[in-house]
Nanobody, 128 residues
Framework: QVQLVESGGGLVQPGGSLRLSCAAS????????LGWFRQAPGKGREGVSC????????YTTDSVKGRFTISRDNAKKTLYLQMNSLKPEDTAIYYC?????????????????????WGQGTQVTVSS
């Protein structure tokens, strides 16, 4: 069965960096839609960045563009989120997600509706 396990979260000072990892099992990474989402205290879930299966196009939400980078290592079956220049407003629980939508789905994958499987989340806290 599909399993997603995040790691790499923690406490970091503003301006610092973290790399989140998501170890996947039960499916092939390059045959899946993959994404990172986050949920801050008292707020709804937000799509951070995602890779669309049908063409490899990457979508990134405006608030993290230029600071966060999504990537994957198919051989290691791991999805990454490199986070640089972190800000206090990046504080949230970060979740990785996977799914497999048909080619008829041509929109941005920064929506939870694209994904069927979710990890348990990893806490990222940005504070001095």
């Amino acid at each position: 069965q599909v399993q997603l396990v995040e790691s790499g979260g923690g406490l970091v000072q503003p301006g610092g960096s973290l790399r989140l990892s998501c170890a996947a099992s039960g499916f092939t990474l390059d045959d899946a839609d993959l994404g990172w989402f986050r949920q801050a205290p008292g707020k709804g879930r937000e799509g951070v960045s995602c890779i669309r299966r049908i063409d490899g196009v990457i979508y990134t939400t405006d608030s993290v563009k230029g600071r966060f980078t999504i990537s994957r290592d198919n051989a290691k079956k791991t999805l990454y989120l490199q986070m640089n220049s972190l800000k206090p407003e990046d504080t949230a629980i970060y979740y990785c997600a996977s799914g497999r939508r048909p080619r008829s789905w041509q929109s941005s994958c920064l929506s939870g509706g694209w994904f069927d499987y979710w990890g348990q989340g990893t806490q990222v806290t940005v504070s001095s």
